[in-house]
């Protein structure tokens, strides 16, 4: 069984995680090319004993990672965690894609916490860059770019640190977020935490609060190779 690294040294998949919404929502009928498993059999790979046990220690790893942040940084509050579970066909699932190298078969969780805050963004990257080493010079670097870089506007603003994004005083919202995803041909296993997530209760923290903002830990869990 593979090892985790400790929590502190992981680093949130940004990338790979946004790209979760966009296939999961693409199609539900897969065309699966010659040889590849089928969502029957992916799905017993998806569901067995050996697979939980990694996915219940990804999912522990992200947790941790979110309680470090929220212990070391008091100046957020926070009032909930998101959990995404999915397993996805890989790209081969796609039939315009089913040529294209890539894994039949593709596990992550992601955990998405929704704080509320009083701080100046200035002053919380100054607190995040001293309290978590790990993220301190992303940081930084934001830090020392802030009133040059252009304005989100009506958008949320997504800095350089890894997972984390707030809301802008020019109306960029932290959008709902979207509800879990029925599991299909495409979608080999989803599960989500709360059962209705699109119930993350933004009003009251935005009552609360000067501003919201969100950090999002994910990792992957389990690959399957094609033909495997």
């Known amino acids: 069984m593979p090892k985790l690294p400790p929590a502190r040294d992981l680093r949130t998949r940004t990338a790979a995680a946004a790209l979760l919404p966009a296939l999961a929502l693409a199609t539900t009928v897969a065309c699966r090319a010659p040889g590849e498993p089928s969502a029957e059999e992916l799905r017993d790979r998806a569901t067995a004993p050996g697979t939980g046990e990694v996915r219940a220690r990804a999912l522990d790893a992200v947790q941790a990672e979110l309680d470090e942040v929220t212990q070391s940084l008091p100046e957020l509050h926070r009032y909930t965690v998101v959990v995404r579970d999915l397993c996805l066909r890989g790209q081969g699932w796609d039939y315009e894609l089913q040529d294209a190298p890539g894994p039949a078969l593709e596990c992550s969780v992601r955990a998405t916490a ?68 029925d599991e299909s041909d ?36 389990l690959t399957v190779p094609r033909n495997d």
């Open 186 to 221: 495409g979608i080999i296993y989803s599960r989500c935490t709360p059962d209705a997530p699109e119930e993350v209760p933004l009003d009251e923290i935005r009552g609360a609060h000067e501003s919201v903002l969100t950090w999002s830990s994910s990792e992957n869990y």
């Open 114 to 181: 929704y704080f509320g805050t009083d701080e100046d963004m200035p002053a919380l990257l100054r607190r995040i860059a001293e309290a978590l080493p790990d993220y301190a010079e992303a940081a930084q670097e934001e830090l020392e770019g802030w009133g040059r870089a252009p304005s989100a506007g009506h958008l949320p603003w997504e800095g350089g640190i890894p997972g984390v994004e707030w809301e802008t005083p020019e109306g960029g919202l932290i959008d709902d977020p979207y509800p879990c995803q």
